[in-house]
Nanobody, 128 residues
Framework: QVQLAESGGGLVQAGGSLRLSCVAS????????IGWFRQAPGKEREFVAG????????DYRDSVKGRFTISRDNAKNTVYLEMNSLKPEDTAVYYC?????????????????????WGQGTQVTVSS
């Protein structure tokens, strides 16, 4: 099993930036599809960004394209979510998730149910 721990959340003004980190322990991230999700109060958890298990492909939800970037450092067993030009509607708890399910080397899981391992989440609050 892999254990995930997010960090890097905080309070930032609109237009600001944050970088979230997700560190894996127990096992390497290699071969895992990775996803960042978020959940705002009263709303369902939603996909934000993700890697295919091969690491060869990434994808983002439309509302964050051009503003958020997912990246990984295999040597540090860490996945990052760089968030720029933050908006109040980005306010949520952000979660890192992982799975060994084989969606295919180029495919990314977009659903909460497609991931088996979750971190505890980190709060991101964007003030207007």
């Amino acid at each position: 099993q892999v254990q995930l721990a997010e960090s890097g959340g905080g309070l930032v003004q609109a237009g600001g930036s944050l970088r979230l980190s997700c560190v894996a322990s127990g096992r390497t991230f290699m071969g895992y599809a990775i996803g960042w999700f978020r959940q705002a109060p009263g709303k369902e958890r939603e996909f934000v960004a993700g890697f295919s298990w091969s690491g060869a492909n990434t994808d983002y939800r439309d509302s964050v394209k051009g503003r958020f970037t997912i990246s990984r450092d295999n040597a540090k067993n860490t996945v990052y979510l760089e968030m720029n030009s933050l908006k109040p509607e980005d306010t949520a708890v952000y979660y890192c998730a992982a799975t060994r399910r084989d969606f295919g080397p180029w495919n990314i899981g977009f659903g909460v149910h497609e991931y088996d391992y979750w971190g505890q989440g980190t709060q991101v609050t964007v003030s207007s």
